[in-house]
Structure formats: C-alpha cells, structure tokens
C-alpha cells in the first residue's frame, strides 16, 4: 500500500479519536455550568454537589488500570466505540434525572464510557508514528481536547439557557453515540491490520502481568502520577465545578460573565498545548525542567491570588491570571512522553493509565474537599434556592490548589529526564 494510504489511515485514526476527546473535556466539565440549577431542582448543597460531579471522576480513576490493560490487549478500536456507547447512555440518563441516585448513577457510566480516550490515543501515536513526534502529537491533541474545556465554560452556559439543562445533556448524548459509530467505522489498532509495517519493533517477551508490575514497581512512573494528580486534578475541580461559583458569588457578576472569565484558563490550554510539544521536541526531549519551571510559576500565581490579594485580585487581573494558570497546566502533557519513555514501549498503554489514575483521584479530591469546606463556612445565604458562600470560605478551600502546587514541584523535581535519541523519521 502506499505511502498516501497510510497517511490517511492514520490520521483518521488519529483524529475521530481526538474528535472523542473533544466531547469528553466537555463532559468531563460540564458540571460547573449547571451547577446552580442541579442544586435548586435537585435540592443539593455544596458537599453533595462536590461527590457529585466526583462520580464521573471516581469511575474514571477505578477504569484507567483496566483500560490500559484492554488497549494493550483487546485494542483501541473495541473499547473506544463501546466507551463512547456508555457515555451517550449516561449523559441522556443524566438529563432525564429525577433524583439524586439517579443523577449519581449517569455521571458514574459517563465516567467510565470516557475513561477510555486518552489511554487510546496514546497507544494510537505509538503504534502509527514515530517516539520524535510523539510530544507534538500529544500537544495537538491537548489543544482539540481544550476546545472542549472551553465549550465547556460560557458556550454551555449560553446553551443551557436556551435548551435547558436536561435538554443540552440529551443533545449531547446524541452527538456522542454518532462519533462511537465512527470509531468503530474509522480506527485501527495497528498499521499491520492493514498490511503496513510497523513503524516500532516490538522485542518485549514478557507478560501482562510482568508488564504491569515492572511499571509499578518504576519509581520514575510516579512523579509523574502526582504532576498530574496534583496540576490538573486541582485545576479542573476549579474549572469544571467552583470556578464559575466562586466568581458570582465573590464579585457579584453573572453567571454567564463569571465562565468568560474563568474560560481563559481554556485559552491558556488551548494556546500552550502545541507549543509545549513542539518546544519539548526542540529541546531533544528535554521535560524536566519545563514542568519544574511550569509548577513554580502555577503556584506563584494561586499565592498571588489567595494570599496576597486575600483571594479577591481586582476583575481586570482574571484573564491574565486564569490564562497563565492554563499555560502552565497545559504542560502536563509532556508526562505522557516522559512515562513512555521510561517504561517498555509495548505497555505503554498500562503506563499512560496508571499515570492518568492520578488526574481523576485530584480532580474528585479536591472537588470534594473544597465543598466540604464551603459547606462547613456557610452562612445560610440563599438566593432564588441556591447556596451562596462567603469570599473566607473560598479562601480556605482554593488554599488546598496551593498545598497541590507546591507536591507539583517537588516531583518534577525528581522525575527523570529522558531525551529523544531516535533516528527514526515519520513514513
């Protein structure tokens, strides 16, 4: 076959499944704009509001080990369009909820139907490209991925007062069972199921659970698992839950101004996340020192925000700030090429999963903990049924970003750097 051929084979692979990681960053952050209408109709506070957008994030951590098992063995395609299957069922149960099991219940098939993207699209740009694009390739798909995070803010917003809340989780529950058809119509596992060679050669004899053992017992897989538990765990319980929250109920704006605001963290996502692959690929594969550099400056701009500026800095300053937090988030994706490298290439699929574990255990953490913390302050303040929580108790509970922060730099610090020795050239 030819050269053209197996570019489009692919990058078709490759693109219906970043097409997934876009509706799953939507899913995934999709709470914190209906926040106030599930906690007047389904009469919840800020505790069980924090357990319940959690759920999505426990059944996403309690799949990834299972799921970089079944990639490296079932393959990507199957468990892709059945994942996608699962997350069109829960987000349409979700919109048709009555009550709060009912609601619990969704979003923990939501969870465990989009747990399975990313794992795949990592095993994907290891099987149909070369390790020296890898980086850029993660960036790539980072940036199509935020789009959804940024879907996610003011255009949801907008969205569900116009359709409604249940009606938006409908809609969106269709959209996401056509991409699982085209999964199952598009991707391949692998370049030989079509007669291509591979571009890696595979020389590991050894078994699954040998595999999954030697990738726990590394103990350079784990600075990486506590970056991402600790970067974007933290950042996404602010984006997708008690950002938009936190902006109303401090500044006293609307709902739909407080998710421009706060989409610039998206933005920062969306600005950095081709650059940071490229720069890395630049530097031959060098990481290390941009995460440490990157955890700094994100723990820097959260102890400018709730210590120097007593966690209400002037409106004007939010999207310069939300913007820097987003580009220094967005660099967590270079552990996805650092976790690679430092494993055997064929379990790589286990090794992105149990990396990935740590951002669904930080996001339900600290999601919990920040409403366990406001619920505990609050005041009795009610608005048209809604919970309303002081700037003090926000103070306390974002103080936990900060402890996040500072675990971030530790462990870029003692993470290994391996650089990009490769000769190899994309086909």
Not at 211 to 234: A, E, H, M, Q, R
Not at 320 to 338: M, P, R, S
Not at 410 to 424: F, N, Q, R
Request: hydrophobic share 50%.
């Amino acid at each position: 076959m030819t050269k053209r051929s197996y570019n489009f084979h692919r990058w078709s692979t490759w693109g219906i499944l970043v097409g997934a990681f876009i509706i799953v960053f939507f899913h995934r952050l999709s709470m914190g704009a209906v926040a106030d209408d599930l906690s007047k109709e389904l009469g919840i506070g800020g505790a069980t509001l924090g357990n319940l957008t959690s759920m999505t994030f426990y059944s996403y951590a309690l799949m990834q080990i299972p799921v970089g098992i079944m990639v490296d063995t079932i393959g990507v395609r199957k468990i892709c369009s059945i994942g996608m299957a699962l997350t069109a069922l829960g987000s349409i149960l979700f919109g048709l909820s009555s009550s709060i099991g009912i609601a619990y219940f969704s979003r923990f098939i939501v969870g465990i139907g989009t747990s399975v993207i990313i794992v795949s699209i990592m095993k994907v740009q290891s099987q149909w490209f070369t390790r020296k694009k890898y980086s850029t390739l993660s960036g790539l798909t980072s940036f199509f991925g935020n789009l959804g995070a940024l879907l996610a803010t003011f255009p949801l917003t907008y969205l569900v007062i116009s359709l409604g809340w249940r009606n938006t989780f409908m809609f969106l529950g269709v959209i996401t069972a056509v991409l699982a058809m085209g999964i199952f119509i598009l991707v391949r596992d692998t370049p030989e199921e079509l007669g291509f060679k591979s571009v890696h050669k595979r020389e590991s004899n050894k078994k699954l659970i040998e595999g999954i053992k030697d990738v726990v017992k590394n103990k350079y897989t784990w600075p990486n698992f506590f970056i991402i538990l600790t970067l974007v765990g933290s950042t996404t319980a602010i984006l997708g839950l008690w950002g938009i929250s936190y902006i109303v109920h401090v500044y006293e704006v609307t709902k739909q101004q407080a998710s421009w605001y706060l989409s610039f963290i998206s933005f920062g996502f969306i600005a950095g996340a081709p650059i940071v692959g490229k720069f890395s690929d630049m530097l031959n594969g060098e990481i290390k020192r941009i995460l440490a550099i990157s955890t700094t400056i994100f723990t820097l701009v959260w102890i400018y925000i709730l210590l120097i500026q007593k966690g209400i800095p002037p409106i004007e300053q939010l999207p310069v700030l939300f913007f820097v937090i987003g580009l220094c988030v967005i660099t967590h994706i270079l552990i996805f090429t650092n976790v690679k490298e430092v494993n055997d290439l064929n379990f790589s699929g286990i090794a992105t999963a149990i990396v990935n574990v740590g951002e669904f255990v930080g996001s339900a953490l600290v999601s919990l903990v920040i409403g366990l913390i406001l619920e505990r302050g609050w005041s009795g303040k009610l608005i048209d049924g809604v919970k309303v929580y002081n700037l003090k108790d926000y103070r306390h509970a974002f103080s936990f970003v900060i402890i996040a922060g500072i675990i971030s730099i530790i462990a870029s610090l003692v993470m290994k750097d391996v650089k990009e020795t490769s000769s190899e050239t994309i086909k």
